[in-house]
């Protein structure tokens, strides 16, 4: 990594960073452009070298993989050189190192962790079914005939990209990046290095994310901040009764609501007739907005709309003709009864809430299963027994307790 001060020229935003809207000129927007206009630009922008085969250092160009807000901020306060951090990455670091650094600074939306995940994911996974195992070259059928081969035989597979070439993989894209073979490599990867864990659960969360990203564009945009939505989006979300500043989903790594939007929008897609007069987008946004209560919090919702999702798809059948009814009628009940029982909610709470979904809150949860893998234990209560042992020892140190 080398530090350099680059003209604004020589910068453009990188193709795989992770900031869907990096600037809209908002309040929010304008304050740290005022902010780097009195105080300075107090963090490097990352960058990578685009024209790699060019020796000279005239006419480099470099794109930003994380700091395109600070970049925008700048030119809007007329920086005409900006101070950077310039790393040698390919798309895959880069995707990476872009989705990291914005972690810690301006929360990325639900929407903007899923579509970076999105992107290393279509970096990573194979593009056709395995033919044959890696490790010993057996001809299996598929990821399916791969799996149980390996429970007979025990072969490995590489679990990080750059093993794959020398493990039997191929590179199949003009990227450079080496394909894994099998989708569920692909998933537990990308668990690995966002979560710092390999388990289901990590990778049931990747998956989550994903499919955050497959939903249609309006869905997306109840996973973003209100005000990186775009006027359409903010209209279409009005309609439904939804406020215009709900944001679902916690944005770091836990996709639990967004994971019950999803499935809400996969069971309607399945269930609902192609002579209904409702679509999947359609059903999810009456949802969201006849369900969402202020009092609410966001655990309550995602149990409310599964529970919606299992009631509503029992009272479908097959050949039912009124479905849009059904959906309606069961939605009114379910809001009228949700709207007496927080209309007896008393609005002020005499103790502090703790978002136990926010970045904060998830940045410490990594930093635990981090420890955990550090000190190869597998249980909460061990790590904690450790950590209290080694604290008491350093008291004992410092007080000269006997």
Known sequence: MQRRTLPVEQLTVDRVQSRDTAWVGDETDQRLANSIASTGLLHDIVVRRLNTDDTSTQGEQYAIIAGSRRYYAALEAGYEELPCKAVDADDLEAAWTSLTENTDRRDLSEQERAHQLKLIYEMVRPLEPPTACPDCG??????????????????????????????????????????????????TYIAARYFGRTDDDAVDLVAGHLRTAELPPVVQALFKAPEDRTDEERMAISNY???????????????????????????????????ASLT??????????????????????????????????????????????????????????????????EPTRPFKKVDILGPETQRYSRWHMQAMQARDVDAHSALVKQLYQERLERLADEHGWA
Do not use: W
């Open 138 to 187: 057996q001809s299996v059928d598929g990821e399916i005939g791969l799996r149980s081969h390996r429970q007979q035989t025990g072969c490995d597979l590489p679990q990080d990209p750059a093993a794959v070439a020398t493990d039997g993989g191929a590179t199949t894209d003009a990227s450079g990046i080496d394909r894994f073979t099998t989708e569920r490599q692909a998933l």
């Open 241 to 275: 009764g939804i406020s215009s500043t709900t944001r679902l989903g916690s944005g770091d790594g836990r996709s639990g609501t967004s994971r019950a939007v999803a499935t809400l929008y996969d069971t309607l897609a399945d269930e609902l007739d192609e002579t």
């Open 280 to 345: 999947p987008t359609e059903g999810v946004l009456e949802t969201v907005g006849s369900l969402t209560f202020e009092a609410m919090s966001e655990q309550e919702l995602r149990q409310n709309i599964r529970e919606f999702r299992r009631e509503v798809s029992a009272k479908f059948t097959a050949t039912d003709e009124t479905q849009h009814e059904i959906f309606t009628e069961t939605l009114a009940t379910q809001a009228a009864d949700l709207r007496e029982m927080y209309e007896k909610v």
